[in-house]
């Protein structure tokens, strides 16, 4: 366990050190979710005259976007570095270490979980700054940057097993339109129930991705809502343990093939 | 200037033929508008009941125009990578040693982002019609909006052009496309510009792009508003760029590829 522990804590330094030193891999993630919060949420501001709209506030409504698409760079950083270390050998040289595959995936995604904190920070920040008010205090200021973080661990977890099922960075960043996709499919420009469109409404229902970001929406303009909280958890918990499983079993297949 | 259309059909013909042997560079750009005409008219449609929203073909038309006019620019920006492609592998270089008459190149890339374009207009149009879209414009309005939209494919384009002409590397994607989402999303995106309040408002009222957007929008619903006035922008950007790309490709030249 020590000894799992340790290569994790190896790996995941390589990681962190190699996405840190590659400022065109960190700067967008931290730049880009800000700049279309900015654009966005002052473009939109009419939605809050909609009747039944939950909030005065749109910067306040739409703030977990920043969030999600964040999460997202995370899981093309994670699956671009993996897909690389594929490219250059460095995976299959690993797998004459005693290292575990497990410790390896934990450790891969390093980099992204370490920058998911850097950015969960930054746009928290850049919330407060501009004067959104999270209802739920210092307690809910704290747990969405938990959440943020975990929802990062996630779909960097994603980004591994799409780079060990590809084996090429070009095969991850053509699944980024799609799970964008997925974000744009949600509940992120209006609430579900304000949503005109019936099979949108319905698509917005059944994606993970809105309960994902209505966890954290809560905390910003309901104060602890558990339903949005348990369901939000419940998915990002799920989206990390169904990824992580994925990518287990990738690894291992592509192990044997090698 | 025989010479040089046949340099500029040879290097449109090179072009499309690559776009359309490797779907990896024609399948994103192709979804990326349709995506966002998906969600904006499927998630944001409650929109045009917000008091003062006044645009009377519903919110389908009023997004469309966007997307289509998004997909333009993006149509030449992705023509954009490719140009930087060519410098990166050297094929741009045995072109400007074989080409008698060098400004067919930028003329080359134009049509081939027009073609690339088309195609994903084609697209974009029958989901907007299976969708159910109004439209209240007749055939001429219509032919002036994809006229507009045309001339910003274009200017995409020849910004994109001479981006790459200048860094020569498809490292310079960023630089070629964020400028020119963000011009786009600083204009009335997803309201009219009256409804838009703070900065947003001033800027977009600064933004060249709002000019075609609500020309774009009057042309769709058969109210024609400020139509010669987007023309006169969109051709003043025309001839900006193009002065852009042709001192890009002089750049491109200087270095020696």
Redesign the interface.
């Known amino acids: 366990m020590i000894e799992m522990t340790h290569h994790v804590a190896l790996i995941s330094r390589r990681s962190l050190i190699r996405t840190a030193r590659q400022p065109?891999t960190w700067i967008?993630p931290l730049t880009f979710p800000l700049?279309?919060m900015a654009?966005?949420s002052?473009?939109?501001?009419?939605?809050t005259?909609?009747p039944g709209f939950p909030t005065h506030s749109f910067l306040a409504f739409f703030m977990p976007f920043a969030f999600m698409q964040g999460a997202l760079f995370a899981s093309g950083i994670a699956g671009t570095d993996l897909a690389r270390d594929i490219d250059t050998g460095f995976l299959n040289r690993l797998a004459l270490t005693p290292v575990r595959g497990g410790a390896l995936l934990m450790g891969q995604i390093g980099g992204a979980v370490g920058l998911g904190a850097v950015q969960a920070v930054l746009y928290l920040g850049a919330a407060l700054a501009a004067g959104v008010h999270i209802d739920a205090g210092p307690g809910g200021a704290a747990l969405i940057l938990l959440f943020a973080i975990g929802t990062a661990a996630g779909f960097g977890s994603l980004g591994l097993w799409l780079a060990l099922r590809t084996g090429s960075g070009?095969g991850v960043q053509?699944m980024f339109?799609l799970l964008?996709?997925l974000l744009?499919?949600s509940s992120?420009?209006?609430p579900r129930n304000?949503?005109?469109?019936t099979?949108?409404r319905d698509?917005?229902t059944i994606n993970p991705v809105s309960y994902l970001i209505e966890a954290l929406r809560s905390l910003v303009i309901e104060g602890w809502n558990a339903e949005a909280l348990l369901l939000g958890f419940g998915c990002m918990l799920a989206l990390m343990a169904v990824s992580m499983v994925l990518a287990a079993r990738q690894l291992r297949l592509r192990m044997t093939r090698t | 200037m025989s010479s040089r259309l046949e340099v500029a059909l040879a290097l449109a013909y090179r072009q499309t033929t690559v776009l359309l042997k490797n779907p990896s560079f024609f399948v994103p750009p192709m979804l990326f508008p349709l995506m966002n005409f998906v969600a904006f008219a499927g998630g944001l449609s409650r929109l045009h009941q917000v008091p003062g929203f006044g645009f009377p073909d519903g919110y389908t038309a009023f997004v469309f125009v966007f997307v289509l006019l998004q997909s333009a620019a993006f149509g030449g920006v992705f023509t954009g990578f490719a140009i930087a492609r060519d410098f990166e592998r050297g094929f741009a270089r045995r072109l400007l040693v074989s080409a008698p008459h060098r400004s067919g190149i930028i003329i080359g890339y134009g049509l081939a982002a027009f073609v690339r374009w088309s195609m994903i207009a084609a697209v974009l149009t029958v989901v907007a019609l299976v969708g159910h879209m109004q439209i209240g414009g007749d055939g001429i309005d219509l032919f002036g909006l994809y006229g507009l939209a045309v001339i910003f494919n274009q200017v995409g384009l020849l910004w994109a052009c001479g981006v790459a002409m200048r860094l020569r590397s498809v490292q310079a994607a960023p630089l070629m496309q964020t400028p020119v989402f963000l011009a786009l999303f600083l204009a009335p995106v997803y309201v009219p510009r009256a409804l838009l309040q703070g900065w947003i408002h001033s800027v977009a009222a600064l933004n060249p792009l709002t000019y075609l957007l609500e020309a774009g929008r009057g042309l769709i619903s058969g109210r024609p508003d400020e139509v010669v006035l987007a023309f006169g922008v969109a051709l003043l950007l025309l001839a900006a760029f193009a002065v852009w790309a042709r001192t890009g490709l002089s750049r491109a030249e200087r270095a020696g590829a």
């Open positions: 065109g967008p700049i279309l654009v966005n002052n473009g939109l501001r009419a939605a005259h909609l070009e053509s339109p964008f996709f744009l499919i992120m420009n209006l304000l949503i005109e469109v099979w949108f698509l917005a």
